[in-house]
């Protein structure tokens, strides 16, 4: 069966560049939930572990005193050691309940480590894919509505322009090679309004309030971060520890979500940038005021120019 491509369908094709967007953003938007959850929980039981520690070295202590008010007591005179044995015995029976719950807490603390490294291999594997693969298809989209559009002006004395599919095919197989070019500061001015936001009713993962928030405390952290002091996520760890901020409201976690793994991502083929995470971060900025963000720049190669004879 011969099947064709009609032109009046250069619509769809737009409409499914901003999905892949959203699907992208929402997926790295997940991944990040996961990630703060998955730290809450390593935090906690590091807090389980070093309690319970405590607590062992507590029962020690008791236990200690209590065989020592024992010894004492059956090298006296009194006739009975009733209470001073009781002790003893319920201060070792603390001991070893303390002792296991130390023990349980450290178990757990090296299962939830290793579940956070796996997730975090997975977790990587799915961002490369989607920083890719997102990206060459969106391109692909983008050169072939455009080429659809020229040919449907040429053609509309005749009706609407058909395209024999095989052609579309082909020319979507065409290798694409982007460059990541790592994090750079970008001008904002340089980069479209980012569609489908128009005010603090479309901020659902975050707030606009804490998003602002996030965005006023980088800008704090940036004299720090461009002088190559504090130009890594253990830096601002160290910083929270100090002043004992837990993650989620701490510098760390800032640094993270503008250099680490949500970091906002574009494309960049010539001039033009196309935004694939971190899209309300930008237009946050943009109407803060905020004249450049640190962005991840993956860059279109030069040779690996779209087909222009496929259509």
């Known amino acids: 069966m011969n099947e064709s491509l009609y032109l009046k369908d250069i619509g769809a094709l737009t409409s499914m560049q ?19 959850e998955i730290r809450r929980t390593i935090e906690w039981i590091n807090e389980r572990v070093g309690y319970w520690q405590g607590q062992v ?36 029976e603390f001991l070893k309940k303390c002792n296991e719950n130390l023990q349980t807490a450290q178990i757990w603390r090296v299962r939830i480590e290793k579940a956070e490294n796996e997730f975090r291999s997975q977790s990587q594997k799915i961002g490369e894919l989607l920083s890719s693969h997102t990206a060459k298809t969106r391109q692909a989209l983008s050169g072939y509505a455009t080429k659809y559009s020229e ?10 322009a058909v395209i024999d599919s095989t052609s579309a095919e082909s020319a979507f197989a ?8 790592g994090i750079q500061l970008i001008s904002l001015d340089n980069l479209p309004n980012p569609e489908g936001i128009s005010g603090s009713q479309d901020f659902e993962k975050v707030s606009e309030t804490e998003m ?11 004299t720090i971060i461009d002088s190559g002091v504090g130009n890594s996520s253990g830096y601002w760890g160290e910083v929270d520890r100090q002043q004992k901020i837990p993650y989620e409201e701490g510098f760390q976690r800032i640094y993270d979500s503008f250099y680490g793994q949500d970091c906002i991502r574009v494309n960049k083929a010539g001039d033009y940038m196309d935004i694939i995470n ?34």
């Open 18 to 36: 901003g999905s892949l967007s959203r699907f992208a953003e929402r997926t790295r938007e997940s991944m990040q939930s996961i990630d703060t």
């Open 57 to 92: 070295e507590k029962a020690r202590k008791q236990v200690t005193r209590a065989q020592e008010a024992y010894r004492q007591c059956q090298a006296s005179d009194q006739t009975s050691c009733k209470y001073e044995a009781q002790a003893l015995s319920e201060a070792i």
């Open 151 to 160: 040919v449907q002006q040429a053609e509309n004395y005749v009706g609407i």
């Open 174 to 181: 065409t290798p694409i090679s982007w460059v990541d070019k």
């Open 212 to 222: 602002r928030s996030g965005i006023e405390k980088w800008l704090t952290m940036k």
């Open 278 to 311: 971190g899209r309300h971060r930008i237009w946050l900025a943009k109407r803060m005021g905020i004249q450049d963000l640190p962005m991840q720049v993956v860059e279109k190669s030069k040779s690996d120019d779209l087909p222009t004879d496929k259509l």
